[in-house]
């Protein structure tokens, strides 16, 4: 009677288990990088709800969400605005801070994982996991933890229309994007939007012009 395997019978059986768990670890990878869209658009899709809130409760647009419009980034600096408003939006880790006059308010915390700014969940998962993490920390897929801060631009003269860098002109108040996995800003640079891996807090039937 024949008993236990053969060496070949054992190749063939260890050849079955690696492809197998071959296709598990492609299959995991497609759903986390699924997960990770999912999750970017969901923070693109709330900053500029929380963008549109600010102007609409304060009828004009804060001094830090004006001064860093040129640089477009939703760094630390402009999510003062976000922790100031209210009870602040966002979930953005914050803390308070007096000036010369003795006048406290809410700044965002540098020490937390938000001193960054809004950064989408490429570069969250490495600042999450590394406190010590810089904005030149390199992001697997490409670019930077500074890189992978959200983009956006708002309506600064009021006539319903958002002016993108790139020629892009959107009806809506606030427009945030995240660069996606790439870390390369095809809105900014007026890349192809049918291969962009870009994501936009608003849809092309809300774009009026492009170059």
């Known amino acids: 009677m024949k008993k236990g395997f053969t060496f070949l019978e054992m190749m063939v059986v260890i050849g079955i288990l690696v492809l197998l768990m071959g296709m598990t670890a492609v299959g995991y990878s497609h759903i986390a990088e699924r997960a990770q869209r999912v999750k970017t658009q969901e923070t693109v899709s709330n900053a500029a709800t929380a963008l549109t809130l600010i102007f609409q409760d304060n009828k004009f647009w804060p001094k830090s969400i004006r001064d860093g419009h040129g640089q477009h980034k939703l760094t630390a600096q402009v999510c003062n605005a976000f922790v100031r408003h209210g009870n602040g939006l966002l979930g953005i880790s914050y803390k308070k801070s007096e000036d010369a006059n003795g006048i406290v308010s809410r700044v965002v915390d540098d020490k ?100």
């Open 112 to 211: 937390s994982a938000d001193r960054f700014g809004l950064v989408d969940s490429w570069a969250q998962a490495i600042i999450r996991r590394n406190k010590n993490v810089q904005a030149s920390t390199t992001v697997s897929g490409g670019g930077t933890i500074d890189d992978h801060v959200l983009r956006f631009a708002v309506d600064l003269d009021g006539d319903g229309i958002t002016e993108l860098p790139g020629g892009v002109k959107v009806r809506a108040t606030a427009c945030v994007w995240s660069v996606g996995k790439d870390g390369k800003d095809d809105v900014s640079t007026g890349g192809s939007r049918t291969r962009s891996d870009d994501i936009y807090s608003w849809n092309q039937n809300q774009e009026t012009e492009m170059k």
